[in-house]
């Protein structure tokens, strides 16, 4: 469905709009995006949550290049959802649990949380998903004033050079039948 | 709890000095302290963060903060006080639930930059504090039992 802007969307150079927290807010971004503590698939899993949660159509859109070359596939994004039923692996719902722990009810936590992400990340890679929640999290900014339109009609790569810019590229090949 | 740059710093220092920056700024750049002052202390609320000092000029009077936890059915506060804690509360429940009205509102008060800031302060904010109890139970020494300023 398509929603219009709710307000102009930006025109300039950007990032954003050019004001000093845009500026600041996506230095704080592109920090988060160099961390590669965790691996690719952990990531866009991670990513793909908060994109459906929040709702965000160009994040919805995109698939980072660097999962895909990981194995990273539509059978396996549809789990996400629903990933406490599904047979995604362990490491993956423990990352996932501690994504909807952020995003949806930090303040009241399951006890088991701190356990089951403990047995499958380290703390430095703890902390590096609790920061990229935070970081595709801006979508929440972005679909608030709905000026976050897909990237295209097909799923697109999404990529991010050495400063941590995003790229939007080609289309991500059909998935082989079967 | 701890505050998320604490536990988050050690780990992950670059990133974690981007967030504080990002922070210093949001504050320093927020178009109305004290309304955003009333939405910060509602946000806080509502996800569980314990309460912070805040700087005493943006701190609400004492009738607003006796009446925050049932500011729909107070009568102490502005409009636009009003559409900013509106629309703070649909936006930590669900931001794709969000209304052309509920930004129409902030739009009454304040330009399309003046929102756009609001915004864009209130996720920082926001996820600074949702950073803080998360992390604070998973990376946080379990042994400990004072709490470290936020």
């Not at chain 1, 406490?84 to 692996?89: P, Y």
């Not at chain 2, 729909?72 to 502005?78: A, D, G, N, P, Q």
């Not at chain 2, 990376?139 to 039992?145: F, I, N, Q, T, V």
């Given at each position: 469905m398509s929603q219009p802007p709710r307000i102009p969307p930006p025109t300039g150079?950007?990032?954003?709009?050019?004001t000093d927290l845009d500026h600041a807010c996506v230095a704080f971004e592109s920090a988060v995006v160099l961390?590669?503590?965790?691996d690719p698939l952990t990531t866009e899993i991670v990513r793909l949550r908060c994109a459906r949660y929040h709702d965000c159509r160009r994040c919805r859109s995109v698939r980072l290049e660097a999962a895909l070359e990981q194995g990273f596939d539509e059978e396996l994004g549809a789990k996400i959802d629903r990933w406490?039923?599904?047979?995604?692996?362990e490491r993956y719902k423990a990352a996932l649990a501690l994504t909807d722990a952020i995003i949806m009810a930090p303040g009241a936590l399951d006890p088991t949380l701190r356990q089951r992400v403990r047995v499958h990340f380290t703390d430095a890679q703890i902390a590096e998903i609790c920061l990229d929640v935070m970081k595709w999290s801006v979508q929440k900014v972005l679909v608030a004033l709905r000026?976050?339109?897909?990237?295209?009609d097909d799923l697109s790569r999404l990529t991010f050079d050495e400063q941590g810019r995003f790229r939007i590229g080609g289309p991500v090949a059909a998935a082989p039948a079967g | 709890m701890t505050d998320a740059l604490a536990l988050l710093r050690p780990l992950q220092p670059e990133a974690a000095d981007a967030l504080e920056r990002a922070s210093d700024v949001a504050a320093a750049t927020v178009p109305d302290p004290a309304v955003f002052e009333l939405c910060r202390a509602r946000a806080a609320a509502l996800l569980g963060h314990p309460a912070t000092a805040v700087e005493p000029e943006v701190q609400p009077d004492e009738a607003k903060r006796t009446a925050l936890p049932d500011w729909?059915?107070?009568?102490?506060?502005?409009e636009k006080e009003r559409a900013h804690l509106d629309f703070t509360e649909q936006s930590l429940m669900s931001?794709?639930?969000?209304?052309d009205d509920q930004v129409d509102a902030l739009l009454a008060h304040g330009s399309a930059l003046d929102v756009h800031t609001f915004i864009a302060a209130l996720y920082v904010t926001e996820f600074r504090m949702r950073l803080s109890l998360v992390a604070s139970a998973v990376?946080?020494?379990?042994?400990?039992?004072e709490e470290a300023p936020a």
């Open positions: 150079h950007g990032p954003r709009y050019g961390l590669d503590g965790v406490e039923v599904s047979d995604l692996d000026i976050e339109p897909a990237a295209a | 729909r059915r107070s009568e102490v506060f502005t931001v794709a639930a969000l209304t990376l946080g020494d379990e042994d400990r039992e």
